[in-house]
């Protein structure tokens, strides 16, 4: 088994783990700055929308050696007015945008470049686009968008609980508000492309959340019969459970997206990639760090405002406080089922070994991988 497989395993068995759901104060504080720093990117500097949006033309040209900063200065001397965006296709390709261009200006900006930048007409490739496509794909798109979150609050509710599907919501909505805070601060622009960048990453943000929530589920079986762990203490055994598989499938999915952004856009100049990919990259990691730092501590917080889990917490608490007292160890002592209940109604994942040894105790029967409820 590697390393990694290794330190998984215990990671799934309680061996070892980190505190998420204790620190979570810590990692709400982080969010909020990120996301206020992202809602303030977003009210300053905007959103650079591309001319899918806006409406304009868009001039491609092949095979020609003038650098970008020419093309730029040159189509702003033909178009003067109007918003230009020059970018490299390629090694010797050259994209230039020009706003609000109609028909008749986009033929006059044609022969110009083609004195300019000593190309023959016939070689600039110049389309028009008109402002009501793009704003019909975004209209569409946030409609998918509306009915697609309604559709998993319903869903959520159903397979597991409302106030998981609350947490994943607020996940949701804050992995949407980075990536559009990011794109606003660096200036990328927003096409089309980037608008299905951002539904793509809901689906995995939503997947990797779900795959912990479940794994929640099946540990908090029975939680309220027995006495031994709290039920934030299940909760973060979950994360850490599943934490090397969040961490395996947020890399994986990253490599292909980085090699599109960091080599295809910037290295080999594809800047047209640069739209999809800055979402996908952002969304991927924004996700995978909502599931563990938010969705799950926010379930957490939500489920310890009951009164049975209160109940619950203030019993773990006191049989520690005994057991304290009496100069035990917290493995010396019987933490087993509440005196009402039977001891095969212990929680399915909260053996010993699961959320405690995370904050200290670890299992007394992990011959057996299950508590027996008597005393030694």
Same mark, same amino acid.
Not at 9 to 36: H, Q
Not at 84 to 111: F, M
Not at 113 to 121: A, G, I, M, T
Not at 335 to 351: E, F, I, L, V
């Given at each position: 088994?590697?390393?990694?497989?290794?330190?998984?395993?215990?990671?799934?068995?309680?061996?070892?783990?980190?505190?998420?759901?204790?620190?979570?104060?810590?990692?709400?504080?982080?969010?909020?700055?990120?996301?206020?720093?992202?809602?303030?990117?977003?009210?300053?500097?905007?959103?650079?929308?591309?001319?899918?949006?806006?409406?304009?033309?868009?001039?491609?040209?092949?095979?020609?050696?003038?650098?970008?900063?020419?093309?730029?200065?040159?189509?702003?001397?033909?178009?003067?007015?109007?918003?230009?965006?020059?970018?490299?296709?390629?090694?010797?390709?050259?994209?230039?945008?020009?706003?609000?261009?109609?028909?008749?200006?986009?033929?006059?900006?044609?022969?110009?470049?083609?004195?300019?930048?000593?190309?023959?007409?016939?070689?600039?490739?110049?389309?028009?686009?008109?402002?009501?496509?793009?704003?019909?794909?975004?209209?569409?798109?946030?409609?998918?968008?509306?009915?697609?979150?309604?559709?998993?609050?319903?869903?959520?509710?159903?397979?597991?609980?409302?106030?998981?599907?609350?947490?994943?919501?607020?996940?949701?909505?804050?992995?949407?508000? @980075?990536?559009?805070? !990011?794109? +606003? =601060?660096?200036?990328?622009?927003?096409?089309?492309?980037?608008?299905? %960048? #951002? *539904?793509?990453?809901?689906?995995?943000?939503?997947?990797?959340?779900?795959?912990?929530?479940?794994?929640?589920?099946?540990?908090?079986?029975?939680?309220?019969?027995?006495?031994?762990?709290?039920?934030?203490?299940?909760?973060?055994?979950?994360?850490?459970?599943?934490?090397?598989?969040? @961490?395996?499938?947020? !890399?994986? +999915? =990253?490599?292909?997206?980085?090699?599109?952004?960091?080599?295809?856009? %910037? #290295? *080999?100049?594809?800047?047209?990639?640069?739209?999809?990919?800055?979402?996908?990259?952002?969304?991927?990691?924004?996700?995978?760090?909502?599931?563990?730092?938010?969705?799950?501590?926010?379930?957490?917080?939500?489920?310890?405002?009951?009164?049975?889990?209160?109940?619950?917490?203030?019993?773990?608490?006191?049989?520690?406080? +005994?057991?304290?007292?009496?100069?035990?160890?917290?493995?010396?002592?019987?933490?087993?089922?509440?005196?009402?209940?039977?001891?095969?109604?212990?929680?399915?994942?909260?053996?010993?070994?699961?959320?405690?040894?995370?904050?200290?105790?670890?299992?007394?029967?992990?011959?057996?991988?299950?508590?027996?409820?008597?005393?030694?």
């Amino acid at each position: 088994m590697s390393r990694l497989g290794a330190f998984g395993a215990r990671l799934y068995r309680g061996e070892v783990g980190y505190d998420f759901v204790g620190k979570r104060k810590i990692w709400y504080g982080i969010s909020i700055l990120i996301t206020i720093t992202a809602i303030v990117g977003l009210a300053v500097r905007g959103l650079n929308m591309g001319i899918e949006f806006k409406g304009g033309a868009v001039f491609t040209i092949q095979h020609t050696t003038t650098s970008v900063a020419k093309a730029q200065t040159d189509t702003e001397a033909a178009a003067p007015g109007h918003e230009v965006v020059v970018q490299k296709l390629g090694s010797d390709g050259l994209r230039i945008q020009v706003s609000d261009l109609n028909p008749q200006n986009s033929a006059a900006v044609t022969t110009e470049l083609s004195k300019d930048l000593n190309v023959p007409e016939s070689k600039i490739a110049a389309d028009l686009v008109g402002p009501s496509w793009g704003e019909s794909v975004a209209n569409k798109a946030w409609t998918g968008l509306g009915i697609f979150l309604v559709l998993v609050v319903i869903y959520l509710a159903i397979a597991f609980e409302w106030r998981m599907a609350v947490a994943a919501l607020v996940a949701l909505i804050h992995d949407l508000t @980075i990536t559009v805070g !990011v794109y +606003a =601060l660096v200036g990328f622009e927003v096409t089309p492309g980037t608008v299905i %960048g #951002l *539904l793509t990453i809901l689906g995995y943000s939503l997947y990797d959340t779900v795959v912990v929530f479940d794994s929640l589920k099946e540990q908090s079986k029975g939680i309220t019969k027995q006495s031994r762990w709290t039920f934030s203490e299940v909760a973060n055994r979950s994360i850490n459970g599943t934490l090397v598989r969040s @961490i395996n499938t947020t !890399v994986v +999915a =990253l490599l292909p997206v980085a090699g599109l952004l960091f080599i295809g856009g %910037g #290295l *080999l100049g594809a800047g047209t990639l640069n739209d999809i990919s800055l979402a996908l990259f952002v969304g991927l990691a924004a996700g995978a760090y909502s599931s563990i730092f938010i969705a799950t501590p926010l379930v957490a917080d939500l489920k310890e405002s009951e009164p049975q889990m209160k109940a619950l917490k203030k019993r773990v608490f006191a049989k520690r406080a +005994a057991a304290a007292a009496k100069g035990e160890s917290i493995e010396q002592t019987d933490y087993g089922t509440d005196d009402d209940a039977p001891a095969d109604d212990d929680p399915a994942g909260a053996t010993p070994a699961a959320a405690g040894s995370v904050n200290g105790p670890r299992s007394r029967n992990r011959n057996n991988g299950r508590p027996s409820g008597r005393r030694r």
